[in-house]
């Protein structure tokens, strides 16, 4: 129906042109072309005033019908910065676009041909110049400068007590690695991806480090207010970490681990209750064009509390206990003499934080 209405309009206008030009064709015809002229003037004059008009009633009707889709409050500390950027630089280039599109409609209109005007010659002025240089130049490196401060800021060094996550990007999905209890993601080779043999993204088991690394595709678990780091990399081609409601973004890059970090500071269960919406997750999207399958790379984020995050975690096995179940002590009574890490205690962890 929709598109029916569109074509409608379209055949429409197409139509009142057409008429309008074989009317001024006659008009010419019949009181002279200098006087159609000067008709044809005035009807772009008054044109360019509505264009201007209904322009900024479409503005201001789209902000309005629009402006409930926006994702809401930011739920970093990071997400607090960007939006401030973002709405600064909203608010600066939304008065430079009314002042000069009135100022070019209006004179426009105002200053349309008349036989009872004469052109002002007006070719240059240094003055001028300079102003309509040098302002949009300081503005512009504050806006610029603000950016690189914060582009630092998310990119640079975590702080000490800041939690690391592995987000591994493929064709088409998201592979989240746990460093357990040490703190240490293992070692591992793009050859030993394996998926057989349970080992997905390719962690080297002779790294020791590895042994307590706790795998999972599901959902990524963050804790509130706790900064976290992502160390992201890919297995085939270049996707993107978004995450629209922390207002964070990384390429994932095979081969070229990228970071970032930020501290989550509401709780799945409060942006719930706050948003009204029972069904409300958070979201980490692929925002890279990656294939066939791009638009399915949607995965959860659960931010909770510490203690339900332990309370999830301590359930999780290391891959290492998975792929080698021989070492699992779960499953093998007589291993007391090797040291095999088991799940990260909730004890543990905390005395770890
Ligand atoms: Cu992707």
New binding site residues.
């Given amino acids: 129906m929709q598109t029916i209405f569109i074509i409608a309009i379209l055949g429409l206008g197409f139509l009142i042109t057409f008429q309008i030009a074989k009317a001024s064709e006659y008009v010419a015809v019949l009181r002279g072309l200098e006087r159609a002229r000067k008709q044809t003037n005035r009807i772009n004059g008054f044109m360019l005033l509505a264009f201007l008009i209904l322009g900024l009633i479409g503005v201001y009707y789209c902000n309005v019908r629009l402006s409930g889709k926006i994702l809401g409050a930011p739920a970093s500390d990071h997400g607090v910065l960007i939006d401030r950027m973002l709405y600064i630089t909203l608010a600066i280039t939304f008065i430079v676009f009314i002042i000069t599109q009135v100022a070019l409609f209006w004179f426009a209109y105002k200053y349309q041909e008349s036989d009872t005007r004469k052109p002002y010659y007006y070719p240059h002025n240094n003055k001028l110049e300079v102003i309509w240089t040098v302002i949009p130049a300081i503005v512009l490196t504050v806006l610029v400068g603000f950016g690189i401060f914060y582009w630092f800021k998310i990119t640079g060094n975590a702080p000490k007590n800041a939690m690391v996550v592995e987000v591994t990007?493929k064709q088409?999905g998201w592979e989240f690695r746990y460093p357990g209890f040490d703190g240490i993601l293992g070692k591992k080779y793009f050859k030993n991806i394996n998926d057989a043999a349970n080992n997905p993204i390719g962690q080297l088991w002779d790294d020791e480090a590895n042994h307590d690394d706790i795998y999972t595709t599901s959902e990524l678990h963050l804790v509130v207010n706790k900064p976290v780091k992502l160390v992201i990399g890919s297995k085939d081609v270049i996707?993107d970490v978004g995450l629209a409601h922390f207002r964070m973004k990384m390429d994932a890059v095979p081969g070229t681990p990228t970071t970032m970090w930020f501290t989550p500071t509401i709780t799945t269960k409060q942006m719930k209750e706050k948003t009204g919406n029972p069904d409300f997750v958070y979201e980490i999207s692929?925002d890279?064009m990656?294939g066939k399958g791009?638009y399915s790379?949607r995965g959860t984020i659960v931010v909770e509390t510490q203690e339900e995050f332990d309370a999830w975690i301590v359930g999780k096995k290391p891959q290492y206990l998975v792929a080698n179940p021989d070492k699992d002590p779960s499953i093998k009574k007589d291993t007391a003499t090797t040291k095999i890490p088991v799940a990260v205690s909730s004890a543990q962890l905390k005395t770890r934080n």
């Fill in positions: 990007g088409f996707h692929c890279q990656c791009h790379m």
